[in-house]
C-alpha cells in the first residue's frame, strides 16, 4: 500500500492550513474564552432563575459597604489611567513643494555637469550612468544657487534656500491644523549639514515670534534618519510635559553642500540628493484624539558606530584638491543589510504577531538542537504592517530591503515613486512616501505603518505608526497635481 | 461570605498600594545628577601670548591702523591674559585657509583626552553608556560628531546620541535640558555630555570690526560630563539639578540679530556682534530671572522683593533710591557666570549686586581661558572647586547667554564636600593674582597715538 503521498509544497491546501494556524494563534484568548462562557452558561441554565433569585438575596450588602467598594474601585481606575504613558498623536503633517523654476531635468543636470566638469570627462560619464540607473524622474528639484554654473553656494543662499524650505513648510502646515504659532511648546529643527550660528530653529523662532518659554533643539549631522531621531527626543519630551504641542522639521540644505571637485565616489550624492522639507505636529492632548491622524506606537534606534566599516561608510572629508565632499563607499548596500537586522531583531517582538514569533522560536529552537541546515526563519513582517514607508536613499536600498523584507512591488510602490517625483530628499522622504499613500486613498483607520530610514554613522531607525482615522484622499499635498500620473514604471536604465 | 469581603476591600486596596509604589518610584528615577565632570586643558604649545597675537595680527594682510587701535582696545579691555589656548593651524600659519580636516582634528584632540579620562576616574566603560549628547555650535560634520564619539568609544547599539549644533553659548545648558528630561521617562540611565566650541574653520580674517572681535574673545577650551539617574549613585554624585529655566527671545528681531554669522562685504564668513548686544542680554538675562527667581529662593525674600516693588510703585514721589534689586544671594551660595567678556560680568555683577568675591571665579576663568564658549560654565565651576569653595548643600546657579538671542540658568546643589584640582591643579594658588592689567598695553599701547598717514609698522 505504499502510495505516494501528494507533494505538499504545491497543494493548495496548505495556504489554509497556514491561514488557520495563524487565525488559531493570534486569537488564542478567545478560544480559550468561549469554553468557559459556554460552561458557565449552562451551569446558569441549570440552576434555573429561581435558584439564582436565592442566592442573590443571601448576599446582605449593606449601604455602606457598597459606598465603599464603589469609591475605591472607581479610584483605583482614575490612577490608572492618570499614570499610563501619554498618546502621542501625529495631527498632521505637511511637505515642502518647490517652484518650478527649480527642476532639474536629466538634460539641465548633464548639461550643467558637462560645463561644470568640462575638465574630467570621465567623471561626467560616471554622473551620466549613475543618473540612468538611479530611478530619480525628471521633475526633482535643486536650489537656485545650484543652478549656477558654477554653482555659488555663499551663506547668505543657503540661508536663502532654508528660508524658503522651513517657511513654506511651517505656513503650511499651521494652515491646515489651525495651529496659532503661540501656542507651540516644543520645537526642534533637524538639518545635517547646514547650522549657522544662531541654528535654524532660532531662525523659526525669530519668524514666527514664538514664545519666549519656547523649547527648541536643533539636531545636525545625524544624516537621513535624523527625522526619526527627531521624533523620539519629541516623544521623550511630550512624555515629560503634559498638553503640550511639538513641531518637528526635517530637512537637507543642499546649496552649501554641493559637491566641486572630481572625485567620483564623492559625485555620487551630487546625483541623489534634492531639495525637500517635512514639518509635523505632533501632540499629547487628549482632545487632538479625535482630529489626529496617526498615533506613535513605537520608535527604535539603532547605531551601530562601533563597527569601524559601518562608520566610515557615510564620511565626509576632503578630496586631494582639498574640496569638501561627502564619500559613500561600496559597501553601503552590506552595512545597511546588516544594519536593518539589528533593529528587526529589536522591533520584531514588539510587533509581530505571536503566530510569527512562535515559528521564528521554533525555527530558532530546531536550529540549534536539531539541524543546524534549516534555513534561519524570516519573519513575514507583512502580517504586522499595512504600509510601508522606506527611505528613498537611492534604487538599491529600496531593492534590497524589498529582498530582504520579502515585500511585494505594491509595498514598496510609495518609495518608488517618491525617489521618482522628489529624487532622495534625505530625513524627509519618509513623509513624502506617507503622502502618497494618503493621496492614493490607501489609508484606512487602524492601519499601521512602518518608517524605516538609514543615515551616516552607521543609524537604522524605525517608527510604527497607527492610522487613528480613515483619511480621504487629501486635496492638498504635494502630490495634487501628479498622483493621477503615478504609479509610472521605472526602467532599469533610462538612456540619455 | 466574610472571606467574600475581605478579598473584595483587599483586591482594590492592594491594587491602589501598588500603583502608588510604582509612581513613588517613578518619582525617586527622575532626579538628575553629575557624577563628574573633565574639562579640557590644550597643551602648552598652543598657548596664545600675546607677542604671538601681535605676530598673527601683523601677518594678516587686510588690516590697517584703524583696525589695530580697535582690536588694541578691545584686546586691554577683554580681561584675557597670557595662557589661554588657541586651535592649532593658528600656530601653522594657516588661519587664512582652514581646512575642514582641521576643525574635526581640534575635536578629536578635545575628545581623545577628557572622554577617556572621565570615563576612567568614573570607572563606567562606554558600553555602559545609553544617551550622549554633543554640542558645538560651529561645526556640522557627518557622520556627526556624537557618531564620532560611538565609533572611538565602542558604545552599544541601542545609545541614544543627540547632536545639537548652532545654538551658541548657551547650549550645554541646553543639553543637560535633554539629558534631563530623558532621564525623566527612563530608568538607570548613564548620560555622556560633552561641549565645546569649534574655533578653526571660524576663525575671521577680513577687516569688518564687529567680527573681527570674535577672533580675539573666543579661545579653545571643552568639557565632558557624565550624569545618571541611578538612585544608588545618588550619594556619590557631585552635583543635582533642581531646576533649569531657559528664555529665548528671538522672536525680537533686534535680539535675533545682534549674534550671527553671516558674509562681510567681501564675503568672507564670520560671526558678527551687533553693538545692543549687551541690551538684548539684559533683557533675555530680566526675563530669565523672573521666571527662575521664585523656583529658587526662599519665600521671604520673594515676599520682601514684592513688597518693596510694590511700595515703590505706589510711592511715586520717592525719586531717590535705586531701584530694588532681588537679592539671590539669600537662595544662592556660588555664581557660575558665563565668561562672555569683562563687560559680560561686570554688567551681570553690578545687576545682581554681587560682590568680588562671587565674580572671582568667572573673572579669573576669563583671565587663564578666555572665552571657551558653551563650555566656560564647568570651567569656573571647576575654579570654585579647586578653591575648596563647594561644601556639601551649598547651591550653586548657573547662567549662560547665547546666540538667538538666548539665555539658561539652572541651579546645582552640592551633594558632597568637593576639593578635586582639576584643570586648574598647576595655577590655583597663583589666583588671584595682584594685577589684571593686560600686557598689551605696555606693548602696543603706542598705537593709540599714530596717525594713519604716518603708520609704519615696526618690524
Same mark, same amino acid.
Given at each position: 500500500?505504499?502510495?505516494?503521498?501528494?507533494?505538499?509544497?504545491?497543494?493548495?491546501?496548505?495556504?489554509?492550513?497556514?491561514?488557520?494556524?495563524?487565525?488559531?494563534?493570534?486569537?488564542?484568548?478567545?478560544?480559550?474564552?468561549?469554553?468557559?462562557?459556554?460552561?458557565?452558561?449552562?451551569?446558569?441554565?441549570?440552576?434555573?432563575?429561581?435558584?439564582?433569585?436565592?442566592?442573590?438575596?443571601?448576599?446582605?450588602?449593606?449601604?455602606?459597604?457598597?459606598?465603599?467598594?464603589?469609591?475605591?474601585?472607581?479610584?483605583?481606575?482614575?490612577?490608572?489611567?492618570?499614570?499610563?504613558?501619554?498618546?502621542?498623536?501625529?495631527?498632521?503633517?505637511?511637505?515642502?513643494?518647490?517652484?518650478?523654476?527649480?527642476?532639474?531635468?536629466?538634460?539641465?543636470?548633464?548639461?550643467?555637469?558637462?560645463?561644470?566638469?568640462?575638465?574630467?570627462?570621465?567623471?561626467?560619464?560616471?554622473?551620466?550612468?549613475?543618473?540612468?540607473?538611479?530611478?530619480?524622474?525628471?521633475?526633482?528639484?535643486?536650489?537656485?544657487?545650484?543652478?549656477?554654473?558654477?554653482?555659488?553656494?555663499?551663506?547668505?543662499?543657503?540661508?536663502?534656500?532654508?528660508?524658503?524650505?522651513?517657511?513654506?513648510?511651517?505656513?503650511?502646515?499651521? @494652515?491646515?491644523?489651525?495651529?496659532?504659532?503661540?501656542?507651540?511648546?516644543?520645537?526642534?529643527?533637524?538639518?545635517?549639514?547646514?547650522?549657522?550660528?544662531?541654528?535654524?530653529?532660532?531662525?523659526?523662532?525669530?519668524?514666527?515670534?514664538?514664545?519666549?518659554?519656547?523649547?527648541?533643539?536643533?539636531?545636525?549631522?545625524?544624516?537621513?534618519?535624523?527625522?526619526?531621531?527627531?521624533?523620539?527626543?519629541?516623544?521623550?519630551?511630550?512624555?515629560?510635559?503634559?498638553?503640550?504641542?511639538?513641531?518637528?522639521?526635517?530637512?537637507?540644505?543642499?546649496?552649501?553642500?554641493?559637491?566641486?571637485?572630481?572625485?567620483?565616489?564623492?559625485?555620487?550624492?551630487?546625483?541623489?540628493?534634492?531639495?525637500?522639507?517635512?514639518?509635523?505636529?505632533?501632540?499629547?492632548?487628549?482632545?487632538?484624539?479625535?482630529?489626529?491622524?496617526?498615533?506613535?506606537?513605537?520608535?527604535?534606534? /539603532?547605531?551601530?558606530?562601533?563597527?569601524?566599516?559601518?562608520?566610515?561608510?557615510?564620511?565626509?572629508?576632503?578630496?586631494?584638491?582639498?574640496?569638501?565632499?561627502?564619500?559613500?563607499?561600496?559597501?553601503?548596500?552590506?552595512?545597511?543589510?546588516?544594519?536593518?537586522?539589528?533593529?528587526? /531583531? /529589536?522591533?520584531?517582538?514588539?510587533?509581530?504577531?505571536?503566530?510569527? @514569533?512562535?515559528?521564528?522560536?521554533?525555527?530558532?529552537?530546531?536550529?540549534?538542537?536539531?539541524?543546524?541546515? $534549516?534555513?534561519?526563519?524570516?519573519?513575514?513582517?507583512?502580517?504586522?504592517?499595512?504600509?510601508?514607508?522606506?527611505?528613498?536613499?537611492?534604487?538599491?536600498?529600496?531593492?534590497?530591503?524589498?529582498?530582504?523584507?520579502?515585500?511585494?512591488?505594491?509595498?514598496?510602490?510609495?518609495?518608488?515613486?517618491?525617489?521618482?517625483?522628489?529624487?532622495?530628499?534625505?530625513?524627509?522622504?519618509?513623509?513624502?512616501?506617507?503622502?502618497?499613500?494618503?493621496?492614493?486613498?490607501?489609508?484606512?483607520?487602524?492601519?499601521?505603518? $512602518?518608517?524605516?530610514?538609514?543615515?551616516?554613522?552607521?543609524?537604522?531607525?524605525?517608527?510604527? $505608526?497607527?492610522?487613528?482615522?480613515?483619511?480621504?484622499?487629501?486635496?492638498?499635498?504635494?502630490? @495634487?497635481?501628479?498622483?493621477?500620473?503615478?504609479?509610472?514604471?521605472?526602467?532599469?536604465?533610462?538612456?540619455? | 461570605?466574610?472571606?467574600?469581603?475581605?478579598?473584595?476591600?483587599?483586591?482594590?486596596?492592594?491594587?491602589?498600594?501598588?500603583?502608588?509604589?510604582?509612581?513613588?518610584?517613578?518619582?525617586?528615577?527622575?532626579?538628575?545628577?553629575?557624577?563628574?565632570?573633565?574639562?579640557?586643558?590644550?597643551?602648552?604649545?598652543?598657548?596664545?601670548?600675546?607677542?604671538?597675537?601681535?605676530?598673527?595680527?601683523?601677518?594678516?594682510?587686510?588690516?590697517?591702523?584703524?583696525?589695530?587701535?580697535?582690536?588694541?582696545?578691545?584686546?586691554?579691555?577683554?580681561?584675557?591674559?597670557?595662557?589661554?589656548?588657541?586651535?592649532?593651524?593658528?600656530?601653522?600659519?594657516?588661519?587664512?585657509?582652514?581646512?575642514?580636516?582641521?576643525?574635526?582634528?581640534?575635536?578629536?584632540?578635545?575628545?581623545?583626552?577628557?572622554?577617556?579620562?572621565?570615563?576612567?576616574?568614573?570607572?563606567?566603560?562606554?558600553?555602559?553608556?545609553?544617551?550622549?549628547?554633543?554640542?558645538?555650535?560651529?561645526?556640522?560634520?557627518?557622520?556627526?560628531?556624537?557618531?564620532?564619539?560611538?565609533?572611538?568609544?565602542?558604545?552599544?547599539?541601542?545609545?541614544?546620541?543627540?547632536?545639537?549644533?548652532?545654538?551658541?553659548?548657551?547650549?550645554?545648558?541646553?543639553?543637560?535640558?535633554?539629558?534631563?528630561?530623558?532621564?525623566?521617562?527612563?530608568?538607570?540611565?548613564?548620560?555622556?555630555?560633552?561641549?565645546?566650541?569649534?574655533?578653526?574653520?571660524?576663525?575671521?580674517?577680513?577687516?569688518?570690526?564687529?567680527?573681527?572681535?570674535?577672533?580675539?574673545?573666543?579661545?579653545?577650551?571643552?568639557?565632558?560630563?557624565?550624569?545618571?539617574?541611578?538612585?544608588?549613585?545618588?550619594?556619590?554624585?557631585?552635583?543635582?539639578?533642581?531646576?533649569?529655566?531657559?528664555?529665548?527671545?528671538?522672536?525680537?528681531?533686534?535680539?535675533?540679530?545682534?549674534?550671527?554669522?553671516?558674509?562681510?562685504?567681501?564675503?568672507?564668513?564670520?560671526?558678527?556682534?551687533?553693538?545692543?548686544?549687551?541690551?538684548?542680554?539684559?533683557?533675555?538675562?530680566?526675563?530669565?530671572?523672573?521666571?527662575?527667581?521664585?523656583?529658587?529662593?526662599?519665600?521671604?525674600?520673594?515676599?520682601?522683593?514684592?513688597?518693596?516693588?510694590?511700595?515703590?510703585?505706589?510711592?511715586?514721589?520717592?525719586?531717590?533710591?535705586?531701584?530694588?534689586?532681588?537679592?539671590?544671594?539669600?537662595?544662592?551660595?556660588?555664581?557660575?557666570?558665563?565668561?562672555?567678556?569683562?563687560?559680560?560680568?561686570?554688567?551681570?555683577?553690578?545687576?545682581?549686586?554681587?560682590?568680588?568675591?562671587?565674580?572671582?571665579?568667572?573673572?579669573?576663568?576669563?583671565?587663564?581661558?578666555?572665552?571657551?564658549?558653551?563650555?566656560?560654565?564647568?570651567?569656573?565651576?571647576?575654579?570654585?572647586?579647586?578653591?575648596?569653595?563647594?561644601?556639601?548643600?551649598?547651591?550653586?546657579?548657573?547662567?549662560?547667554?547665547?546666540?538667538?538671542?538666548?539665555?539658561?540658568?539652572?541651579?546645582?546643589?552640592?551633594?558632597?564636600?568637593?576639593?578635586?584640582?582639576?584643570?586648574?591643579?598647576?595655577?590655583?594658588?597663583?589666583?588671584?593674582?595682584?594685577?589684571?592689567?593686560?600686557?598689551?598695553?605696555?606693548?602696543?599701547?603706542?598705537?593709540?597715538?599714530?596717525?594713519?598717514?604716518?603708520?609704519?609698522?615696526?618690524?
Amino acid at each position: 500500500m505504499a502510495q505516494i503521498l501528494p507533494p505538499f509544497t504545491s497543494s493548495v491546501k496548505l495556504k489554509y492550513v497556514k491561514l488557520g494556524y495563524q487565525y488559531l494563534v493570534n486569537h488564542i484568548l478567545t478560544f480559550l474564552l468561549i469554553p468557559i462562557m459556554l460552561g458557565t452558561a449552562l451551569e446558569i441554565l441549570r440552576l434555573g432563575p429561581v435558584e439564582i433569585l436565592n442566592v442573590l438575596k443571601s448576599l446582605r450588602f449593606d449601604l455602606v459597604q457598597i459606598l465603599c467598594s464603589s469609591f475605591l474601585i472607581i479610584f483605583v481606575a482614575t490612577v490608572y489611567f492618570m499614570s499610563k504613558p501619554r498618546c502621542i498623536y501625529l495631527v498632521d503633517y505637511s511637505c515642502y513643494k518647490a517652484p518650478i523654476t527649480c527642476r532639474v531635468p536629466f538634460a539641465t543636470f548633464m548639461e550643467h555637469s558637462r560645463l561644470n566638469l568640462k575638465d574630467n570627462p570621465k567623471s561626467v560619464d560616471f554622473q551620466m550612468r549613475i543618473l540612468e540607473r538611479s530611478g530619480l524622474g525628471e521633475e526633482t528639484c535643486l536650489p537656485p544657487a545650484i543652478h549656477y554654473i558654477p554653482p555659488s553656494p555663499t551663506m547668505e543662499a543657503a540661508r536663502g534656500e532654508a528660508e524658503d524650505v522651513i517657511f513654506g513648510v511651517i505656513d503650511s502646515l499651521l @494652515q491646515k491644523t489651525n495651529l496659532k504659532p503661540k501656542d507651540i511648546d516644543i520645537l526642534i529643527v533637524n538639518c545635517s549639514l547646514f547650522s549657522p550660528t544662531p541654528s535654524l530653529s532660532a531662525m523659526v523662532v525669530n519668524k514666527y515670534k514664538l514664545r519666549s518659554n519656547i523649547k527648541s533643539y536643533n539636531l545636525s549631522g545625524m544624516g537621513c534618519s535624523a527625522g526619526l531621531i527627531s521624533i523620539d527626543l519629541a516623544r521623550d519630551l511630550l512624555q515629560v510635559h503634559p498638553n503640550s504641542n511639538a513641531v518637528v522639521v526635517s530637512t537637507e540644505i543642499i546649496t552649501p553642500n554641493y559637491y566641486q571637485g572630481k572625485e567620483r565616489a564623492m559625485l555620487l550624492p551630487n546625483c541623489l540628493f534634492r531639495m525637500g522639507g517635512a514639518a509635523m505636529l505632533l501632540s499629547n492632548k487628549r482632545r487632538e484624539r479625535r482630529r489626529a491622524k496617526y498615533r506613535l506606537v513605537h520608535v527604535v534606534r /539603532t547605531h551601530k558606530g562601533c563597527d569601524d566599516k559601518a562608520y566610515r561608510c557615510v564620511y565626509e572629508e576632503e578630496d586631494p584638491q582639498g574640496k569638501v565632499g561627502i564619500n559613500l563607499s561600496k559597501d553601503l548596500m552590506v552595512i545597511a543589510a546588516d544594519a536593518l537586522k539589528s533593529n528587526i /531583531t /529589536t522591533i520584531g517582538p514588539l510587533v509581530l504577531p505571536a503566530s510569527e @514569533q512562535l515559528l521564528f522560536l521554533f525555527t530558532l529552537i530546531g536550529r540549534k538542537i536539531f539541524n543546524p541546515k $534549516w534555513k534561519p526563519y524570516i519573519p513575514d513582517f507583512k502580517q504586522a504592517f499595512e504600509h510601508f514607508c522606506i527611505h528613498a536613499g537611492g534604487r538599491a536600498v529600496i531593492d534590497e530591503l524589498q529582498k530582504n523584507l520579502q515585500l511585494s512591488a505594491e509595498h514598496v510602490e510609495a518609495s518608488r515613486m517618491a525617489l521618482h517625483r522628489f529624487g532622495n530628499t534625505s530625513s524627509s522622504s519618509l513623509w513624502y512616501e506617507l503622502s502618497y499613500i494618503e493621496a492614493k486613498g490607501r489609508m484606512k483607520k487602524g492601519d499601521r505603518v $512602518w518608517q524605516i530610514a538609514f543615515g551616516s554613522g552607521f543609524k537604522c531607525n524605525s517608527a510604527v $505608526w497607527k492610522c487613528n482615522r480613515s483619511i480621504k484622499a487629501p486635496t492638498d499635498g504635494p502630490w @495634487q497635481d501628479c498622483i493621477d500620473r503615478y504609479p509610472v514604471h521605472i526602467p532599469e536604465i533610462v538612456k540619455l | 461570605m466574610d472571606h467574600y469581603f475581605m478579598i473584595l476591600y483587599s483586591l482594590p486596596l492592594l491594587s491602589l498600594l501598588y500603583i502608588i509604589y510604582k509612581i513613588v518610584d517613578q518619582r525617586r528615577h527622575q532626579g538628575c545628577y553629575i557624577l563628574d565632570y573633565q574639562c579640557f586643558k590644550p597643551g602648552d604649545d598652543r598657548k596664545l601670548s600675546t607677542e604671538f597675537s601681535g605676530e598673527i595680527i601683523k601677518r594678516n594682510k587686510n588690516l590697517g591702523l584703524n583696525e589695530y587701535k580697535f582690536l588694541l582696545k578691545a584686546v586691554v579691555s577683554s580681561g584675557i591674559g597670557e595662557q589661554t589656548y588657541a586651535p592649532r593651524m593658528v600656530f601653522a600659519g594657516r588661519e587664512e585657509n582652514p581646512t575642514y580636516e582641521d576643525g574635526i582634528f581640534e575635536m578629536d584632540e578635545f575628545f581623545n583626552d577628557c572622554i577617556g579620562k572621565l570615563l576612567s576616574r568614573a570607572k563606567v566603560s562606554a558600553s555602559e553608556i545609553d544617551v550622549v549628547v554633543v554640542n558645538v555650535s560651529m561645526l556640522a560634520s557627518i557622520p556627526s560628531l556624537a557618531s564620532r564619539i560611538v565609533n572611538h568609544y565602542k558604545m552599544r547599539e541601542d545609545v541614544k546620541t543627540y547632536n545639537l549644533t548652532g545654538m551658541g553659548c548657551s547650549a550645554s545648558l541646553i543639553s543637560i535640558n535633554v539629558v534631563q528630561n530623558i532621564f525623566k521617562s527612563h530608568k538607570d540611565m548613564y548620560a555622556l555630555v560633552v561641549t565645546s566650541e569649534s574655533l578653526s574653520p571660524n576663525w575671521y580674517s577680513g577687516n569688518d570690526k564687529s567680527m573681527i572681535l570674535a577672533n580675539c574673545l573666543f579661545r579653545s577650551g571643552g568639557c565632558a560630563m557624565l550624569l545618571s539617574n541611578k538612585v544608588e549613585l545618588r550619594k556619590k554624585a557631585m552635583f543635582k539639578l533642581k531646576c533649569l529655566v531657559r528664555t529665548h527671545h528671538g522672536a525680537r528681531d533686534e535680539s535675533y540679530g545682534c549674534c550671527i554669522q553671516k558674509e562681510d562685504e567681501q564675503g568672507r564668513v564670520g560671526f558678527h556682534l551687533d553693538k545692543v548686544l549687551p541690551k538684548a542680554a539684559t533683557r533675555s538675562f530680566v526675563d530669565n530671572l523672573k521666571e527662575i527667581a521664585p523656583k529658587i529662593l526662599p519665600v521671604r525674600e520673594i515676599l520682601r522683593f514684592a513688597l518693596v516693588s510694590t511700595l515703590r510703585k505706589t510711592l511715586q514721589r520717592a525719586k531717590g533710591g535705586a531701584r530694588p534689586v532681588i537679592n539671590l544671594k539669600s537662595g544662592v551660595d556660588h555664581f557660575c557666570l558665563h565668561t562672555g567678556g569683562k563687560a559680560v560680568i561686570d554688567g551681570i555683577g553690578q545687576n545682581l549686586n554681587l560682590s568680588e568675591y562671587d565674580l572671582e571665579p568667572a573673572r579669573m576663568t576669563l583671565h587663564r581661558f578666555g572665552n571657551t564658549s558653551a563650555s566656560s560654565l564647568w570651567y569656573v565651576l571647576g575654579y570654585m572647586e579647586a578653591k575648596k569653595r563647594l561644601k556639601k548643600g551649598d547651591k550653586v546657579f548657573m547662567i549662560s547667554f547665547g546666540a538667538g538671542f538666548k539665555c539658561n540658568s539652572c541651579l546645582w546643589e552640592v551633594v558632597r564636600d568637593l576639593g578635586d584640582g582639576n584643570v586648574w591643579e598647576d595655577c590655583i594658588d597663583s589666583y588671584p593674582p595682584e594685577t589684571l592689567v593686560n600686557p598689551f598695553l605696555e606693548k602696543y599701547g603706542w598705537i593709540q597715538s599714530e596717525d594713519i598717514s604716518t603708520f609704519k609698522f615696526p618690524e
